[in-house]
T-cell receptor, first 110, second 114 residues
């Protein structure tokens, strides 16, 4: 079945540095790739998404890139801040539901 | 303003004692989802309602049931909770039945089974 592989499972970066999380997928029919941020004990929240007709999308310090040919997409966070500490999930659409990656725990070191 | 509301936020139940979790929404969305999330894992879809049409995931245990009496409310019933059912239960909504529609999550109900 369709799946999404997400790496790394844990990422520790110095405050102010950049963080990159990558996901690869198998379903070439997927066209929608959201990223969710989940802080400890809280709900997942959509932070950015990208559709297959574009290769990159930016929103302030956050950007997502998509390579449909290679079937991978990445989340880029620049100038990381303590409040960026959370678990980040990539996902993709498959029929009527989202297929989720396993998550990346991002740790921002002061 | 709260858009997807879940009650209670924390629920403690006894092994085998039925429990009901509640979700309500003010978005007037057609689709309501129930997810189970265990520690450090991705949310796992249990089922969803598209309007009144109930859709169960193939691997959702029979122990889990759901009701949607109207557009605003959806309930998750766990008939005989086991220790393995302890988890965070997340309700989400979307405007339409397409995975390309943004899903809005409630704050979750953390279930503890004693």
């Amino acid at each position: 079945g369709e799946n999404v592989e997400q790496h790394p499972s844990t990422l520790s970066v110095q405050e102010g540095d950049s963080a990159v999380i990558k996901c690869t997928y198998s379903d070439s029919a997927s066209n929608y790739f959201p990223w969710y941020k989940q802080e400890l004990g809280k709900r997942p929240q959509l932070i950015i998404d990208i559709r297959s007709n574009v290769g990159e999308k930016k929103d302030q310090r956050i950007a997502v890139t998509l390579n449909k040919t290679a079937k991978h997409f990445s989340l880029h966070i620049t100038e990381t801040q303590p409040e960026d500490s959370a678990v980040y999930f990539c996902a993709m659409d498959s029929n009527y539901q989202l297929i989720w990656g396993a998550g990346t725990k991002l740790i921002i070191k002061p | 303003d709260a858009m997807v509301i879940q009650n209670p936020r924390y629920q403690v139940t006894q092994f085998g004692k039925p429990v009901t979790l509640s979700c309500s929404q003010t978005l007037n969305h057609n689709v309501m989802y129930w997810y189970q999330q265990k520690s450090s894992q991705a949310p796992k879809l249990l089922f969803h309602y598209y309007d009144k049409d109930f859709n169960n995931e193939a691997d959702t245990p029979d122990n889990f049931q759901s009701r949607r009496p109207n557009t605003s409310f959806c309930f998750l019933d766990i008939r005989s909770p086991g220790l393995g059912d302890a988890a965070m239960y997340l309700c989400a909504t979307s405007r339409d039945r397409s995975a390309q529609e943004t899903q809005y999550f409630g704050p979750g109900t953390r279930l503890l089974v004693l």
